[in-house]
């Protein structure tokens, strides 16, 4: 099998994953930057550190630099944790068809 051949069935096989998973992922990252918004938001962070901090917070489950300090912010960027635990396992996990 040539590379030709190998490149465009992984490219197929890659964009009929995609369209099966590609709902869920967008939710998860709509709930990411919506959460990392009303943590912002009630931390009083700009718009730019409030994603920041959910896509290090959802991606690496690490604060980074900034940290919330109220209770409800610490729930929340628990929440957004939890939705990069989700997405990062849902990239490996979509179907394709043989």
Known sequence: MGSRTLRRKF???????LRVV?????VLLGLIVGLGLVVGLREGWSVQDSIYFAFVSGLTIGYGDLAPKFLLTRVLAVAIG????LLTASLPRSPSRR
């Open 11 to 17: 490219l197929t096989g890659l964009h009929m994953g």
């Open 22 to 26: 590609w709902p869920i992922l967008s």
């Open 82 to 85: 939890i939705c990069g635990v």
